[in-house]
C-alpha cells in the first residue's frame, strides 16, 4: 500500500474498528506557532506549579525528537462521556474522567492493537504513542489532524460528538496523507469564559494556576484561602464542558474500564467528609484520583468545607 492516502484511510479504518472516536493524522514538524504560545504562557507563570510544563521544551515542540526520522504524527479520540451522575447533589464532585479506570492506562493498552496493525499492513515502522504522558502537546496535533478545534476554554471540541474525549497520539516515520486542520466553531459564544467561577478562562487560553483542576490536582502546596469558589469540586471540574453548547452531542462511552463503581457514586456528602485511607484505597484502586493521595484529597475537602 505506497499510496499516502489509501495507508492513513487504512489506519482511520482499523481505528475506528478499535473503538476511538476520530482519528486524523498531520505531518510531523517543528511548531513554530505553539512554541511561541507556550513560550509566552510558561513567561507569564500561568503554569504554576506545574514545572513539567517547562521541561524538554525542545521535546514538546518538535516530534521529530521524539522519534528519530519521525514524518507523521497520528492524533485520536477516544469518548469518556457518561451521562452517570452522583446520587448526592450535595456530595463533593469528581471530573467525569476520574469516574473510572486510570485512562493512562487503559487508552494505551487501546493503541496497541492499531499499533500491530500499522507493523502487520506497512512493515517495521518506527514509531511511539502517547496519551498524555510525554511532552506532546496533544491539544495543537488534534486541531492540526482534523479532530477538532481548541475551543475559547482550550479544550479540543468536535462536531457532532463534543468535548468529553482523551486524546492520544503515535508518532511515527512512516508518511501518510494529512488531513485539513479543524476549523473554529466557537463563534461569539463566552458561556465557558462567563462559568469559570475562579476566572481562570479567556478567549482562547486558561491561566493553570487559578484553574480548579490545577488547585485540586497539580498543587502540592495548601490550597490558598483566596482561590475562589470551587463550587463543591473536589478532584478536578467540568464547568466549563458542561456549560458548553457542543456537549449536547456527547454520546455515552463503551468502554467497560470507565464504567463508574457504584459505590463511589453513592457516597454521600457525610460519607466523603468522613473517608478513611483504608476506603480511599479501596474505592480509588486504579483511577486517576490516585495522584492526589489520600492527604491531597482531604485536603481539598477541607476546602470545600471551610
Known sequence: MSNT??????????ARELGFLACGMAKAEFMGEEA?????????AKHGQMGYMADHFDLRTDPRKLVPGAKSVISLAY??????????????KLSTYAYGRDYHKVVKQRLKPLMAFITEQFGEVAMRCFTD?????EKAWAQRAGIGWRGKHTNVIRQGNGSFFFLCEIIL?????????????????????????TEAITPYGVDGS????????????????????????AFGCDICQQVCPWNRFSMPHQEPDFKPKPELMALSKEEWHGMTEVLFEELFQGSPVKRTKYAGLMRNLRFLNK
Open 133 to 137: 504522558s510525554a511532552p506532546v502537546l
Open 210 to 233: 487559578k484553574c480548579i483542576s490545577y488547585y485540586t490536582i497539580e498543587l502540592k502546596d495548601a490550597i490558598p484561602g483566596n482561590a475562589g469558589d470551587f463550587r463543591n469540586w
Open 173 to 197: 516515520d512512516l508518511e501518510l496523507a494529512p488531513d485539513a486542520p479543524a476549523t473554529d466553531h466557537c463563534g461569539t459564544c463566552r458561556r465557558c469564559i462567563d462559568a469559570c467561577p
Open 5 to 14: 492516502a489509501d495507508r492513513s484511510q487504512a489506519i482511520k479504518d482499523k
Open 36 to 44: 511561541s504560545r507556550l513560550e509566552q504562557w510558561l513567561r507569564m
Open 79 to 92: 469518548n469518556y462521556y457518561t451521562p452517570a451522575k452522583q446520587a448526592d447533589p450535595e456530595a463533593p
